[in-house]
Nanobody, 117 residues
Framework: QVQLVESGGGLVQPGGSLRLSCAAS????????MGWYRQAPGKQRELVAA???????NNADSVLGRFTISRDNAKNTVYLQMNSLKPEDTAVYYC???????????WGQGTQVTVTS
């Protein structure tokens, strides 16, 4: 049974930082592209950042220079370091594991990030 468990969300002031973690189990972590998505109230879920099993990263334009995705295959964990947070970053952040070759796609339960003064 695949599980993705996010942690690290919370309430932060504008300009602050948070680090999200996603611990994966039940899958061969190194085979998967790992991603962070977010969904704000009334909006569609959108890709924030992703990292392939080879370590290549892709970031949304809105977070370039502020957010960094990384993975630790030894710990089966993917991280999202978020700096210079803005109110518009407020959303539920979801961890995703995807393997196109096996058509596998898994989601975590989400963690709330709220940026407000």
């Amino acid at each position: 049974q695949v599980q993705l468990v996010e942690s690290g969300g919370g309430l932060v002031q504008p300009g602050g930082s948070l680090r999200l973690s996603c611990a994966a189990s039940g899958l061969i972590f190194s085979f998967y592209t790992m991603g962070w998505y977010r969904q704000a109230p009334g909006k569609q879920r959108e890709l924030v950042a992703a990292v392939t099993n080879g370590g290549s990263t892709n970031n949304a334009d809105s977070v370039l220079g502020r957010f960094t995705i990384s993975r630790d295959n030894a710990k089966n964990t993917v991280y999202l370091q978020m700096n210079s947070l803005k109110p518009e970053d407020t959303a539920v952040y979801y961890c995703n594991a995807r393997n196109q070759r096996t058509n596998s796609d898994y989601w975590g339960q989400g963690t709330q990030v709220t940026v407000t003064s």
